[in-house]
């Protein structure tokens, strides 16, 4: 059982699962730069099939329905876990780049632990 009054250093190791924190670093922006690669191409595929929508409605089908929910899925998948990873983190937990406290880190928790699943 964890205590309330405990500070979060002891709960999480410094640098997490790297060695130095010039790894975690790098760690932090490749995952902040894939996850706006991935919202970038999601938001294209949702915006072709929201113009096609705006044309003419009969005209989607079931398959570009699925992949315009995929695609906001992924959207706040990659913008909540990805992009804002490491600045949801508790400040006090002395990871690179953590900012948050731990109603930001249950945020990012409620994105992450449904969507694994989806």
Request: hydrophobic share 45%.
């Amino acid at each position: 059982m964890v205590d309330e009054d405990m500070p979060l250093s002891t709960l999480y190791s410094p640098y997490s699962c790297f060695e130095t924190p010039a790894n975690e670093a790098l760690n932090a922006l490749i995952s902040k730069s894939t996850a706006t690669l991935s919202i970038m191409g999601s938001s294209h595929i949702l915006t072709l099939v929201c113009m096609k929508w705006k044309e003419n409605r009969s005209s989607i089908d079931p398959y570009q329905r699925i992949m315009a929910m995929c695609s906001v899925y992924d959207i706040l998948y990659s913008f909540f876990v990805w992009f804002m990873g490491t600045w949801m983190v508790p400040s006090e937990a002395g990871w690179v780049g953590a900012a948050g406290n731990t109603a930001t880190c249950a945020v990012q928790g409620l994105f992450n632990t449904p969507m694994l699943f989806g």
